[in-house]
């Protein structure tokens, strides 16, 4: 067994989204973003689905060019090689589901991306 705290050490990046593995398993990784109110990620996209979830706050979750409010407590899924954005309406923290296969240095990446 192995666990992990969403809320556990949690520490806001003042320039930009902190990125942080919580758990990786046999077949997934658990990942938490936590962005400030204003931060973005920039459009971008995975080869692999991955699960998000609002734990925290509200987040303008663009998917192909449309954006939606995602807020505390709302889950969505993305198939593979979907583009999507993100800008934190408050500051939020969020749980990304990856697939084994995908990297979490890829979500930093995404995250190191200036507006």
């Not at 990786?24 to 692999?48: C, F, L, N, W």
């Not at 192909?64 to 999507?84: F, Q, T």
Request: proline share 3%.
């Amino acid at each position: 067994m192995k666990t992990a705290s969403i809320l556990k050490d949690l520490d806001f990046n003042e320039n930009k989204p902190a990125v942080q593995v919580l758990l990786e398993t046999d077949s997934s990784k658990e990942i938490r973003i936590a962005i400030k109110k204003g931060q973005v990620m920039k459009e971008h996209k995975t080869p692999y689905p991955i699960v998000v979830e609002i734990f925290e706050g509200s987040v303008n979750f663009g998917v192909n060019g449309e954006s939606m409010l995602v807020r505390k407590g709302d889950l969505l899924s993305l198939e593979g090689n979907i583009p999507h954005d993100l800008r934190a309406e408050e500051d939020s923290v969020i749980r990304l589901t990856l697939t084994k296969a995908d990297s979490a240095e890829r979500v930093k990446g995404v995250a190191d991306q200036k507006e």
